[in-house]
C-alpha cells in the first residue's frame, strides 16, 4: 500500500502465479484493501505464465482475474500474457512489446524501474517465476520475456516468463513462501547457493514473507 501510495503517477504490479499468492489476492478484494487502491492508476501483469487458454483453470492470470481483479480493476489496466499467441515464444515476443509500450523504452533504465512491485514465489527446485534450475533462460541479458518450451517442474506444459532483467527492474520484490515442504529449497536459496530464486533481486528492496511452516531451521527463533 505504501509502494503504491509513495507513486502518485502510474503504478505497475507484477503478479505470480501458483498457490501461495491466492490468500493475498482475496485479501485485496475485501473493503479494507479494495478502498485504499486507487485502482484507475494501478496496473497489473504477470510474471510467467502456464502456455494454456486464458479461462483454463492453470492459468496463472485467470486465478488472479477470479480473485479480484475482476472484481476491482479497470479491464485496461489488466495486462496477461496471450496465451493465445501461436506458441509461447510468439506470446513471448508480444509481451515485451507490450511491456515496451508501456515502459515507453527498449532498454530498462537502472535509475527508472519498470515495476514497482514484484511479487514472486519459490518452487520446489527454487525456480521462480517460469525460470528453472539449468535453464539457458536464467543468463538472458537483452531479452524481457521469453518462451520455455518445457517445464521443470508441475504442471507440465509450456511456459512464458519474464527474465531476470525485467523482473529485476522494480522498486520492491516480495518473495512469498509458505508451508513446511519449502523448508529445505527456502534454506538453500538464503544460503545464496546458486538457484533462481537467488538470483532474483530487486535494484532496490527485496522482502521476504515466510510463514512459520517455511522458516530454514538456522533461522528460527531469530
Ligand atoms: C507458476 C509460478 C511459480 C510459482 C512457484 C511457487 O506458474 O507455477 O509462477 O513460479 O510461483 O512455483 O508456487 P507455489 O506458490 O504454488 O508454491
Known sequence: MERIAGNGDRVAICLTG???PKQLYQL???EAYRSQIPWARVHWF????????SDDPLNNMAMARRTFLDLCAPAANVHP??????????AARRYERELQSFYGAHQLDSTRPLFDVVLMGVGPDGHTASLFPGYPDLD?????????????VEPFVPRVTLTLPALNSCREMLFEVSGADKRTILTRVL????????????????????????????????
Open 18 to 20: 501458483g498457490s501461495s
Open 28 to 30: 485485496l478484494a475485501t
Open 46 to 53: 504477470i510474471g510467467d505464465e502456464r502456455f494454456v487458454r
Open 81 to 90: 500474457i496471450p496465451t493465445d499467441a501461436a506458441d509461447p515464444e510468439q
Open 140 to 152: 538472458e541479458t537483452e531479452r524481457w520475456v521469453v518462451g520455455v518450451p518445457k517445464a521443470h
Open 191 to 222: 544460503a545464496g547457493e546458486n538457484l533462481p530464486a537467488s538470483r532474483a533481486h530487486s535494484i532496490c528492496e527485496t522482502i521476504w514473507l515466510v510463514d512459520k511452516a517455511a522458516v530454514p531451521e538456522n533461522f528460527r527463533g531469530q
